[in-house]
């Protein structure tokens, strides 16, 4: 197995080793207020929303994880098989890999085989060759390609990039492919004055990528043998956070909400915080590590709980999500008090 495919692999067993729906993130410090006499009822279309032209069931997907090895296979077919029974989008696992290893192709195409008419994205990193991310999106019919800032994944693999210079790259990628681009992080957080830049830069699509679920500096920590770099586990910036700080910036962009969410309840609060559509990974995978049946289980009572949450919040519709109030918790208010700054 070449170095590549094997860190595929372990970073999807590591992922399952240090997924935990409980930790402690920003979303309990967000309280919303609830009315007691909602006028609304539960209704099945409340939560079916389009995303890049195209109508799904709800305003959640399954986010990049995998693709490159044995064990992706499995996962991404399963994850397409149940992105395509619910409808909602699918994203992949980077595919820079076949850039070196075409071989490699197969675990990220059979997500496309099982799933011919749903939302697909590609995936690949702020390096990529404009002409090999153009090819990918072509392969396999990409929907749209979501590009991966990773930085601090990147310092603690040692085998990692050390050089950060992206704009220029995510920009000749824009120029290669005619699909559109999200830019993401990987679950450190996209900061307000990053942030700023993409939109000056026409990158208007935002995938925030908070801390609060999948740490990848824990993960590479725990692949590295020495020196390790565990001060930068804690240096991301969390997803209610991020989230919180791209409302201050009056330009029109899609925000997605990512990092740490497994409950229908964050991710109503997502989208109360101004988020268009909530992406999730880890939380999918440990169901798509059992099987394809169990994933479906999964997608279906979040569905079913975001109807209860439109309905109990009083809106007719979860596009109206953005109308809840809410307060915050300490931490919270002083951050919002301090990025004006
Ligand atoms: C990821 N993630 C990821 N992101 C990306 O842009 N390209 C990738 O190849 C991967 N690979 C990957 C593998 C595994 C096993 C996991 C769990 C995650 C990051 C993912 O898309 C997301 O940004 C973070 O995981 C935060 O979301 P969760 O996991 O807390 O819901």
Redesign the pocket.
């Known amino acids: 197995m070449s170095q590549r495919s094997q860190r595929k692999e372990e ?2 067993a590591l ?1 399952k080793m240090f997924f935990n729906s409980n930790k402690n993130n920003d979303f309990k410090h967000i309280h919303l207020i609830r009315p007691a006499l909602p006028e609304s009822a539960v209704s099945k279309e409340s939560i079916a929303t389009e995303m890049f032209g195209q109508k799904i069931s709800a305003p959640f997907f399954i ?4 693709g490159g090895s044995v064990a992706s296979y499995t996962i991404n077919r399963r994850l397409a098989q149940a992105a395509a029974k619910e409808n909602i989008p699918m ?1 992949l ?2 595919a820079s890999i076949l850039e070196k290893e075409i071989d490699q192709i197969k675990s990220f195409e059979i997500a496309r085989q099982e799933n011919p008419d749903g939302l697909l994205f590609a ?1 690949v990193n702020p390096t990529t060759k404009p002409k090999v991310a153009q090819k990918i999106v072509q392969v396999l019919n990409a929907n749209a390609l ?1 590009i ?1 800032l ?1 930085s601090v994944q990147e310092a603690v693999m040692p085998e990692g990039d050390r050089d950060f210079h992206w704009l220029d790259n995510l920009k000749a990628i824009r120029q290669a492919v005619d699909v559109p681009i999200i830019i ?4 450190m957080g996209i900061d307000p004055e990053s942030l700023r830049t993409l939109l000056i830069n026409d990158f208007s699509i935002i ?1 925030l ?1 908070g801390s ?3 740490n ?1 500096a824990q993960i590479e920590n725990e692949r590295r043998k020495n020196q390790k770099l565990m001060f930068l586990e804690d240096i991301g910036l969390s997803t209610v956070k991020t989230l919180l700080a791209a409302r201050t910036i009056p330009v029109n962009k899609t925000i997605i909400a ?4 497994t409950n229908a309840l964050d991710i109503f609060k997502s989208l109360v915080l101004g988020a268009q559509y909530v ?5 999918f ?1 440990q169901f798509a590590n059992q099987d394809t049946e169990s994933l479906i289980v999964a997608i279906q009572n979040l569905k079913y709980e975001l109807r209860l949450l439109t309905a109990l919040f009083g809106l007719k519709n979860i596009a109206e999500a953005d109308e809840v109030k809410y307060y915050l918790d300490t931490d919270l208010y002083n951050f919002t008090r301090q990025i004006y700054n």
Do not use: C, R
């Open positions: 970073h999807l992922a986010n990049a994880m995998t994203a696992g980077s995936n979501q991966h990773n993401k992080e990987v679950g995938d990528g609060g679920g999948t990848f990512a990092g740490g969410i992406g999730i990974a880890n939380y995978l």
